[in-house]
């Protein structure tokens, strides 16, 4: 009785939200439901936060205030692995990750946005009002593309060395220093990373109900786990460029 | 106490007419009156004017059967929590106030005439799976299938979805995700809806996205629902979808191609 295929719809008018083929490999109907997608968001959000947690935490080093420090991690990085890989090889496996992680949480998210723009065609014409929804759960997807922008400005500044004219390969503690010097420059990563901390205030609470985290005797603490994650990412990130800028570190 | 308001609501001749706000001045509105008498007699005026009344749904007028729903001023059933419409008391409101008043806005609920729309497309939801399939016969005795208390407060905290759609209502992405984990919580955690549980959340769960839109946990759906639902369901409904996909996938399919061939 119970069947993905149901018969045929009942009379009376209908527009669907969703145009969507029934594909039979397992993968693809799995990711062509909107749940699906959501989980698939969650887990790359949850590789992305693990990857922004671990990426903040070795910059700290910069605060050693000798270049060797974060220079040698810098290096180091590359060797791991090795001799059973080539140099470079595990940081390139990580980047073919979060490459991968990126394109499928933006798929989805563009995705979702444009099914749930069908799904609301005509707004509410004398206004709405929000009991329960917040800023940051509002504008995940003005935070998520300006991060999105941040981080490819972030990757020509800092790895290709493209927007930082004084940029010298395998010297990232330099590169910092000479970054962050430009106001300008540093007021872009202070500002992106309030975003990033908006949208992960969100996000790390958004995929515990996607995943189906939810339990009375632990739900309390999915929002502490968000705020305390973002602040922690905020507040490590924000310092480099402070740092810099007002002569803690130089 | 008396009071004189001011009313914008939307009036719309039919389902393709376009609509607009109309706006009228309701002059000694008794403050014990609900809502809908409120229209009442708003309607009664417009008659004896020879105009045409306002169309608005009603049935139970006392919160349990989930036929009225209108957004009042931005929100859905107005400015209390766990009220329907229905039961919001005009004492809520000051003389000299505006209020407008809009139908639920959502693709899958069309508006059929001013603040009606047409949720058949929960009937289709229900249709794909919110039940059980065993002849259940007569009553049986109570205690025959033993239940935990706290699974069956579970239950009938999710049963008590009146299927209103203020949960769609207020949702920007006009999502039924609260209704589908409401409806999909009540059966699939008690043991008279184990046998068909997997096929139960696939089955809903494709027809909720082929008609609303998807989830974004702004929890804006918790926040209007007049029966308390919480979002737990749709973190519960997520849950057994997932497994659905995966760990009982085996199963699913033989249970889908015996059912097709039956
Ligand atoms: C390092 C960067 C990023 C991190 C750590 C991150 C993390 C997350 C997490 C954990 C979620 C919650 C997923 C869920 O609710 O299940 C999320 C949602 C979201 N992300 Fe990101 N994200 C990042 C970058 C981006 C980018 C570049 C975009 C660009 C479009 C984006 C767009 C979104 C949107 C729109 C949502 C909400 C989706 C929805 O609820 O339907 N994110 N993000
Ligand atoms: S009329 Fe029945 S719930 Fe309001």
């Known amino acids: 009785m119970l069947t993905g295929s149901s018969p045929a719809r009942p009379g009376g008018p209908m527009t669907p939200a969703r145009t969507r083929p029934r594909p039979h490999t397992w993968i693809i109907e799995f990711y062509s439901s909107a749940i699906g997608k959501k989980a698939v968001m969650a887990v790359t959000g949850l590789l992305l936060l693990g990857f922004v947690l671990v990426h903040m935490l070795g910059n700290l080093k910069l605060y050693y205030g000798e270049p060797e420090h974060l220079n040698e991690y810098g290096h180091y990085l590359r060797t791991i692995g090795e001799p059973i890989l080539p140099h470079s090889g595990f940081l390139w496996i990580m980047r073919g990750g979060l490459i991968l992680a990126f394109v499928l949480h933006i798929h989805a998210a563009v995705s979702l946005t444009m099914m749930n723009r069908r799904a609301r065609p005509v707004g509410y014409k004398g206004g709405r009002t929000y009991s329960a929804a917040n800023y940051a759960a509002r504008t995940m997807r003005w935070s998520g593309i300006i991060v999105g922008l941040y981080l490819l400005f972030h990757l020509a500044d800092l790895t290709w060395g493209t927007a930082n004219p004084d940029f010298e390969h395998g010297e990232p503690y330099q590169n910092m220093i000479a970054s962050f010097e430009r106001v300008p420059v540093a007021i872009v990563y202070v500002v992106a990373n309030l975003l990033l901390g908006i949208h992960i205030f969100h996000g790390a609470w958004s995929l515990f109900q996607s995943l189906g985290w939810s339990n009375p005797r632990f739900n309390v603490w999915r929002r502490y786990f968000a705020v305390a994650f973002a602040a922690v990412i905020v507040v490590g990130n924000v310092s480099f460029p402070l740092a810099v800028l007002f002569g803690v570190v130089d | ?262």
Request: aromatic share 6%; with cysteine.
């Open chain 2, 1 to 262: 106490m008396s009071m004189n308001l001011t009313l914008k609501v939307w009036r719309q001749a039919g389902a393709t007419a376009a609509g607009d706000f109309e706006t009228y001045q309701v002059p000694g509105v008794n403050e014990d009156m609900s809502f809908l008498e409120m229209l009442d007699v708003v309607n009664e005026q417009l008659i004896g004017d020879g105009r045409e009344p306002i169309a608005f749904d009603h049935d139970c007028r006392e919160g349990i059967c989930g036929s009225c729903g209108v957004v009042i001023n931005g929100r859905p059933h107005g400015p209390l929590q766990g009220v329907t419409t229905c039961q919001l008391h005009m004492r809520n409101y000051r003389d000299g106030d505006t209020i407008v008043v809009e139908p639920w806005r959502a693709a899958a609920f069309p508006v059929i005439r001013d603040l009606v729309v047409d949720r058949s497309a929960f009937d289709r939801i229900i249709q794909a799976g919110g039940y059980i399939t065993a002849p259940t016969g007569g009553a049986r005795d109570a205690n025959l299938t033993l239940i935990p208390k706290a699974v069956a407060d579970v239950a009938m905290d999710a049963a008590a979805c009146i299927g209103c759609g203020a949960c769609v209502a207020a949702c920007p992405n006009s999502a039924a995700n609260l209704f589908t984990g409401a409806k999909i919580t009540a059966l699939n955690v008690l043991p008279q809806g184990q046998p068909e549980r997997w096929a139960r959340v696939a089955a809903m769960v494709d027809r909720m996205e082929d008609q609303f839109g998807s989830c974004t946990n702004y929890t804006e759906c918790e926040a209007v629902c007049p029966a308390g639902i919480s979002v737990n369901v749709i973190a519960k409904m997520n849950r057994d979808y997932l497994k659905s996909r995966f760990k009982d996938r085996r199963s699913l399919i033989r249970q889908a191609d015996v059912a097709d061939e039956a």
